[in-house]
């Protein structure tokens, strides 16, 4: 058993810069997370004068994201909690966490696949004059996902 408290402290200090890094690689690397994306769907729901085929079509693919998304964040959760487990059983940067944090970056990086796909998905049901206001917006969400 650890009974140095400075020895907690430190370890209390990692998971924590830990837990706050995995929140800001996770924000990168999602580039085009789920805030853009809700600015996507405001453009795409309110401005676009979708006919109701169009959103009959576009309800369907809405399911089906909210459904591989939801999937994907549980397994972003898992992963997370990999990540403390291994780093109660290492106290420190060990193997046990470098592997449980790749497996998370390979998380996130599906959850990006799946969010650009249901973007272009998004795009296929428009008319060429509604896909070009759409893709200005998703170029300006592009360049702006880093800051
Ligand atoms: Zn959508």
Do not use: C, W
């Not at 907690?8 to 800001?24: D, E, H, R, S, V």
């Not at 998370?104 to 008319?127: D, I, P, S």
């Amino acid at each position: 058993m650890m009974r140095n408290p400075k020895l907690l402290a430190l370890i209390a200090l990692i998971t924590f810069i830990a837990a706050l890094a995995g929140t800001m690689v996770g924000r990168s690397l999602a580039g085009i997370g789920t805030e853009p994306v809700n600015e996507l769907h405001v453009l795409l729901y309110d401005e676009l004068d979708l006919t109701d085929a169009q959103r009959r079509n576009l309800k369907l693919l809405e399911a089906d994201f909210a459904k591989r998304k939801a999937f994907v964040e549980k397994q972003l959760g898992a992963d997370n909690a990999a990540i403390a487990n291994a780093m109660e059983m290492e106290h420190g940067y060990g193997a046990k966490v470098e592997a449980a944090v790749d497996r998370m970056h390979g998380t996130m990086g599906k959850l990006q696949k799946l969010t650009l796909e249901h973007v272009f998905a998004m795009r296929q049901e428009l008319t060429p004059v509604q896909a070009r206001r759409y893709d200005q917006v998703v170029a300006k969400l592009l360049r702006n996902a880093d800051k």
